[in-house]
């Protein structure tokens, strides 16, 4: 348990500087950037929204902490949570950054199938999400 | 050892760091109140993290003495729709960096596992036990729960298209 305990504590130790700065660049952008900025990024339709929020969450990288965080404030912000949860989705499970390292010990067919089927899901998963919400809420 | 290659050797996320609080020390200078109300905004955000993190820290404490590689391994010899269960399954409670679990699934797959399954446990990996606390406090446990059983329906999907898609293309 001990040997479990430091992997973990190791672990958000990784993390640390990642999710100290992403709090950091959070609040920054939420007292620099004016909420119009974001209503004007997004707020365009569903399925743009969505797929605008799949592009940003593909290009990132990092800890999911991260993610949830970003999500939080854009949610804060107007984004709607089509787009928050594209981007979400499209954070953890598309992988640009591990993609030479998949394609490597995988294989560049499975590699890249994989990650634009995570990608296009992403927008469906996060349509489907927001419908189901509104019909169960 | 030179200066840079200890350098080198500092890992990339603390250069992220110290670029943000170099963008704050820059920005003191020229807008000092949008700075202070930046830095109140972040002591609120840190006061409502610290009780969650313990809380990861906690159950990220369980899952990696629990969950190993070979408890997932053993459990991945199950037949037909057991297997996707398990692949469900050992991808959520699977932890660590996702690069780690490449080499096992490498030798998985040449033992005879699917790429359908193998992208159902990697689509998986993308729900963390552990941070679910932190999610449900930004987003409700209402769409936490829909999200995640929405994700594990598509991680199956994915999985069958892509048993698919490669034998297309075999």
Redesign the interface.
Known sequence: MKQSMFKSAKGLWNAFPMILGTILLVSLMSTIIPNSFYLFLFSKSSFLDSFIGSIVGSISAGNPITSYIFGGEMLEQGVSLVAVTAFLVSWVTVGLVQLPAESAILGKKFALLRNLGAFLFSIVVAVLTVLILGVIM | MKFKDKLKQI?G??Y??M???L??IL?LVF?QE??L???T??CQ??YK?IPI?VL??VL???S??FITPEFIMKHLKEKGIKKWFFMVAGGILS??P??MW??L??DL?KKGLS?GL??CF??N??I?IP?LP??II??SW??IL??TI??II?SI??GI??NK??EV?K
């Open positions: 890992p996320s603390w992220f760091l670029t943000i609080v963008i704050y920005l807008r949008a700075i109300d930046s830095l905004f972040f955000l840190i993290m993190f990861i820290f990220m404490s369980l990696n003495y932890s660590g996702i690069y490449y080499p699934l490498g797959k790429y193998i992208a990697l689509y990996r993308a963390k941070l932190l999610a930004y987003f209402q769409y829909v999200l929405v994700m598509f999907i994915q298209l892509i898609l490669m293309n």
